[in-house]
């Protein structure tokens, strides 16, 4: 008896899962999370898209080549392909909307956009792995990622920006200049990092250089998810955290596959929460790889930085 009740959960999961297949219709080959690479003429950049069906309707979110997470106003499949919409403000133009269309290839998105001005943009969709964090883990050595005295162990995105500087053991964001990451990289980790925001700056803690954790004392305040010790975009730190410019403040974030533990000045304002995506700005869109920390210096004003540690897990 209980071999046919199991034979007949079994037979009841297979067909449930059928049954949402078929409802998907032609969209089913594109529901998802996809890990995104846009190609242009000069460079690439790193974006994320999630395609979903809610009460029969097919919707989707991006991250696009900055900013945060958002949803699109218009979806489709036509002919086969995915056709989706991002609005014009979203994308620095001034005249239309950016229109993406992709065909699936074997496990991939292979698609094609193009600029304002008419410049044909193709870019690559892959998909998102789960990231489910080992059930068991263990610390290795903590490692000190800043020397407290230059910047070895660090590079710049843009040599040619206005740099990042060192003085009285803290490491100095140079405000509307480049992003400064490390040369090495990491899987899962746990990082302590202290930080002082000056009035009206902003800045960010990217965690293997995909996932920002902000940090900000911006003029025109954004919403719970952008604001400082959430996950930019996604995750709000629950309870919302009190601005403090020109005060030294601490992180101590735990990532572990895309689950992620934030506790500012030693309270937890984020517990063990998935990250769904990468966030604006990320170096890449790989997200089963090794990453960087990295450190935003490209937005307003100055943020310092010391006693940045980091124990990678075994």
Known sequence: ????????????????????????????????RWDMTLQ??????????????????LKARMVGRWGSVRELPKVEI??????????????GRTHDDMVF?????????????????????????????????????HWGQPVTLFNGKDLSGWQPLDAAAKPWTVADGQLLSPGRGTDLYTSARFGDFKLHIEFLCAPGANSGVYLRGRYEVQIEDDAVPEQPNQRTAGVYGYLAPQPAAARQPG???????TLLGRYITVALNGKTVIDHQPIPGITGGALDSDEGAPGPILLQGAEEGQVAYRNIVLTPAR
């Open 1 to 32: 008896m209980g071999l046919d009740l199991k034979r007949l959960s079994i037979a009841v999961l297979l067909a449930a899962s059928t049954s949402a297949w078929a409802a998907a219709g032609p969209a089913a080959p594109y529901l998802g």
């Open 40 to 57: 242009t003429p000069e460079r690439s950049y790193s974006s994320w898209l999630e395609v979903r069906q809610e009460h029969g309707q």
């Open 78 to 91: 036509h002919d086969g392909h995915l056709r989706f919409v991002s609005p014009k403000e979203e994308e």
């Open 101 to 137: 269309d992709a065909v699936r290839s074997g496990a991939q998105l292979l698609g094609k956009t193009a600029a304002e001005d008419g410049t044909q943009w193709t870019w690559r969709g892959v998909r998102a792995p789960m990231l489910a964090p080992h059930k068991q883990v």
């Open 247 to 253: 005060v030294w403040q601490s992180y101590d974030i």
